[in-house]
């Protein structure tokens, strides 16, 4: 069985996708809206591919919607999760 397909936001549980829980609180997440690039690896807007995203690095944190303590992409379980899941268009 295939597994669905989720966007960061989705994911990581941050709120911050329009209409969001925190979205009034702390700002809809830039890759919530950037969409010039929707679609790659099959997401909705920038949601599978975050880390093209300049501004979702160090708004709130290491990385802006989520923190999680580290400081490379590279370190996220939704980027390996997303890498295993697609042949990656663009790499962190």
């Known amino acids: 069985m295939e597994r669905e397909l989720l ?3 989705e ?3 941050c709120g911050r996708e329009p209409g969001g829980r925190n979205s009034a609180l702390l ?3 830039s890759v919530a809206l950037e969409e010039e690039i ?3 690896h099959g997401g909705k807007n920038a949601g ?7 501004s979702s690095y160090g708004s709130k944190g290491p990385f802006g919607c989520f923190g999680g303590g580290f400081t490379k992409c590279e370190e996220c379980d939704f980027y390996h999760m997303v890498k295993e899941d697609s042949d990656l268009l663009v790499v962190a």
């Open 7 to 9: 966007n960061c936001w």
């Open 48 to 54: 599978r591919c975050c880390w093209l995203i300049a």
């Open 27 to 29: 700002g809809v997440c």
């Open 38 to 40: 929707d679609g790659i």
């Open 11 to 13: 994911f990581k549980n």
